[in-house]
């Protein structure tokens, strides 16, 4: 019997384990039913949300659901977003099942991947903001150099554009860690190697045409002369010429005696 009961007892210590455990399990799968069933419809709220608030024609505007498209999704970026808050909560409600469970490095996990989640979300916010403003700005430079008729005005909007795109995504990029030092000291580089290019191109070979450029720009008006200090003579009268007298012409033809004689 003695022999019989150890060879029992490492199914009897499973068996206890598996009765303490069991509850946690059942905790777990309780945990994670409500959170799909709530992440169903934090989805449903954010996209209803968004739809009311017209958020969509704003990411149509600045081009984010275009890009979205040629990116492969049938979705717009309201979609997107409903999207990310359904994964936030069911990664919310693992980290609290596994908790449960006493998995601490899967815990920890979940609990990294789910805190990038929001990151993720602020940063589409910015990129669909500033891409709206980015656009707004090159529509507006390229109207009031259309309207002053400056040339190269739809060229002056899509570098304004395109410029204020590119300081959105560097932030939208630093939201979500990605790059770091490297996207900000390399784009830095870049920036102050097209500066230093545009210095030289308009010190060295390009001074002529800038003048004749910002001159068809803006075109100066002519200014008078300065007037000097000095008093400048009074003009002289010009002296009428006497009438000269009326001499008769001599006739072509007729006699001698019609001639006067000296």
Do not use: C
């Amino acid at each position: 019997m003695e022999s019989l009961s150890m060879h029992l007892e490492p199914l009897r210590a499973f068996l206890f384990q598996i009765g303490a455990l069991f509850p946690r399990f059942l905790f777990a799968v309780l945990v994670v039913v409500v959170g799909w069933l709530l992440a169903k419809a934090v989805r449903f709220a954010v996209v209803r949300g968004l739809h009311a608030m017209n958020f969509q024609v704003l990411t149509e505007r600045s081009g984010l659901d275009n890009f979205l498209r040629q990116g492969g999704m049938v979705s717009d970026a309201t979609a997107v977003f409903g999207v990310l808050a359904y994964w936030m909560v069911i990664l919310a409600a693992l980290v609290v099942a596994f908790n449960g469970l006493g998995l601490a490095y899967v815990t920890d996990l979940l609990g990294r991947v789910m805190w990038f989640v929001p990151n993720l979300i602020v940063a589409l916010l910015v990129l669909a903001f500033g891409a709206y403003f980015a656009k707004f700005v090159g529509d507006a430079v390229t109207s009031y150099g259309r309207n002053t008729g400056m040339q190269d005005s739809l060229l002056l909007g899509k570098v304004a554009q395109y410029a204020i795109l590119l300081f959105v995504i560097l932030i939208a990029l630093d939201q979500v860690k990605v790059g770091g030092d490297i996207v900000r000291q390399s784009f830095l580089i870049i920036l102050a190697g097209v500066v230093f290019a545009l210095a030289l191109a308009f010190g060295l070979a390009g001074k002529d045409w800038a003048a004749r450029q910002i001159e068809q720009w803006w075109p100066r008006e002519r200014q008078a002369p300065p007037r000097s200090n000095l008093r400048e003579p009074p003009p002289t009268r010009e002296v009428p010429t006497p009438p000269r007298p009326h001499v008769p012409s001599w006739p072509h033809r007729g006699n001698d005696h019609d001639r006067p004689h000296p």
